[in-house]
């Protein structure tokens, strides 16, 4: 069975950049879309963006200009990268991969556990 | 991207029946078979129940059950338990452009 699980910081001060990594086991990345999710505290899901094993990615279109999401398949890892932080980005964040091999359908069958990071001076 | 519509509370007794709904577009839940449901408890990540609008993944009880009519897809739990008290989200897959969006979340709380 695979499992993810989300690394970094977790607090990070506004105007910087939020790292994360998602490091997958039990399993390739090949052949999956890996996306990352994102829930503020209290709130609903929000999709940030996807990145296939072959490197093609893909952003909600509210955070496009500041999130880059690269893969290391050397590593089985998936990265987040989302820049110019506010207040507004404190939630859990979530690495997820969707439930069919090569399915980019947002149907999201193994989550991480999710790791909080939280933006402040 | 706009949020699929929701209700933000539903409940029900033990043993009763309870139809949660998901109100999208024809840019979403209209116009593709996508549609997805994720049960989450307090402090816990979602967890798929229903995808492709009716399928179950290997696990979930068949009390669990999706369909969709126009724009509206509903999740429907029968025989309430109380491990069923959580919040629960839709989603569907909304084109190449937007790719994914998800509902407000309904907290279901059984009596």
């Known amino acids: 069975q695979v499992q993810l699980q989300e690394s970094g910081p977790g607090l990070v001060k506004p105007s910087q950049t939020l790292s994360l990594t998602c490091t997958v086991s039990?399993?390739?990345?090949?052949?999956?879309?890996w996306s990352w999710i994102r829930q503020p505290p209290g709130k609903g899901l929000e999709w940030i963006g996807y990145?296939?094993?072959?490197?093609?990615?893909r952003y909600n279109s509210l955070l496009r200009s500041r999130v880059t999401i690269p893969v290391d398949m050397s590593k089985n890892q998936i990265s987040l990268r989302l820049s110019s932080v506010t207040a507004a980005d404190t939630a859990v964040y979530y690495c997820?991969?969707?439930?069919?091999?090569?399915?980019?359908?947002?149907?999201?069958?193994?989550w991480g556990q999710g790791t909080l990071v939280t933006v402040s001076s | 991207q706009s949020a699929l519509t929701q209700p933000p509370s539903a409940s029900g007794s033990p043993g009763q029946s309870v139809t949660i709904s998901c109100t999208g577009t024809?840019?979403?839940?209209?116009?593709?078979?996508?549609v997805s449901w994720y049960q989450q408890h307090p402090g816990k990540a979602p967890k798929l129940i229903v995808y492709e609008v009716s399928k179950r993944p290997s696990g979930v009880p068949d009390r669990f059950s999706g369909s969709k009519s126009g724009n509206t897809a509903s999740l429907t739990v029968s025989g309430l338990q109380a491990e069923d008290e959580a919040d629960y989200y839709c989603?569907?897959?909304?084109?190449?452009?937007?790719?994914?969006?998800f509902g407000g979340g309904t907290k279901l709380t059984v009596l």
């Open positions: 024809s840019s979403d839940v209209g116009g593709f078979n996508f």
């Open positions: 997820a991969r969707e439930s069919q091999m090569m399915g980019k359908t947002g149907e999201f069958a193994q």
């Open positions: 989603n569907s897959y909304a084109g190449s452009n937007n790719y994914v969006v």
């Open positions: 990145i296939s094993y072959s490197g093609n990615a």
């Open positions: 039990g399993g390739s990345i090949s052949g999956y879309y």
